[in-house]
């Protein structure tokens, strides 16, 4: 077996750096994020002006309140998602510099060597390499030796060029991140200035919410968005009833054609939870039951299609069991709200949401959180329903001890 000489197997080794490669940078991505930033700045900035009207007139007291919960729940979603940003942008210019380090290791190699060979070759010339051929067993070994040596003398001028380009271009990278990052810092700092002055609206919201508790025209207008936002609520239950039967319909066609197979059902139905559901909030008191309920101030009958959990603002809020979220909107008196379908015709309804995570469309699992609670005009609670088809059903019958 011929052996090849330790200098031609440092060569080899030369040969083996691979440059490092970078992913472009995604502008499209960027332009798209900062386009729909811009789209949650300008909602806000046209909420800003329907406050200031509102303001002005006694009447839209309530409407100026949820004035104010909208542009709290943009606020909190520009920021979410400048954090997320800013932590992204941060994880590029971590792996940027990481890769430099690769790319600097791997020009300090090369300029070893190069160092290497200029010295061998002024100290013997061309003899050395001449050595090499000489030395081969054969002429086929000359012609595989000659060979490599012009493609390491090829390939080392090709790798060096080729890791200076790739450095400049990670360099650029590191630079454009390094802005994108200053102006993520300064996009977060502008809306934490945007959350004080949030912050004093808030205390304009509690003088206003002391009028209405005071007030008996308040507190009638605000029972009467109370029984429009219920049938409101009611009247999207029955959509989805029928969106999810002419669904089904669909399928089964569809299957009885032998053109897709009717898809599996994914958790069990409530029936058999009844009384061991877990709680939406892992904390919390239940300070408005389900059904009649007597106002405190006008004495009038109302009722609770659902119950009120009082919890800290910004608790997290869990689905009770496996589904989907069907429908996420807002609703005067309920605020931000998720509603999730489950199997055995099952819908349950979440309201009084500061946040809400996930989106239409998605599965989701038994204690995922898909929220955090905000602030009723009772003060920070969680309005949560059952459904069963078009029935309303008494939560505290399918909740569990908690």
Partial sequence: MNRVPPRLRNLLLVLLIVVVPFPAFPQDE???????????RDQIRDLEGKIGEQQKNERETLDLLDSFEKKATLLRRLITRLKGDEQTLTQRIENTREGMEKLEDQLSFLRKHYASYVVSIYKRGRTRDLELLISANSINQVYIRNQYLKRFTNQRRRDAQG??????????????LHIQLSEEQRLLAEKGAEDGRLAS???????????IRK????????????MRAAGELEGLIAQ??????????????????GRVPVPAPTGGSLDVRKGKLRWPVSEGKIVAHFGNQTHP?????????????????????????DGQISKILWLPSYGNLVIISHNGGYYTVYTHLAEISGAEGEKVKEGEVIGYTGEALNGPRLHFEIWKGKEKQNPEQWLGRQ
């Fill in 297 to 321: 101030t006008l004495k009038t009958i109302t009722q609770n299609t659902g119950i009120d959990i009082a919890a800290r603002v910004g608790s997290p809020v869990s689905t009770v069991a």
């Fill in 215 to 226: 007030d008996k025209k308040f507190a009638q207008r605000e029972i009467d968005r109370q």
């Fill in 240 to 257: 989805l009833i029928e969106a999810d039967r002419i669904r089904k319909e669909h399928e089964a066609e569809q299957a009885r054609k």
């Fill in 163 to 176: 890791i200076a380009l790739k450095r400049k271009q990670v360099e650029d990278t590191q630079a454009q």
């Fill in 30 to 40: 960027i332009r798209r994020r900062q386009d729909e930033l811009q789209a949650i």
């Fill in 201 to 211: 609206l808030a205390a304009d919201r509690r003088d206003a919410l002391s009028r």
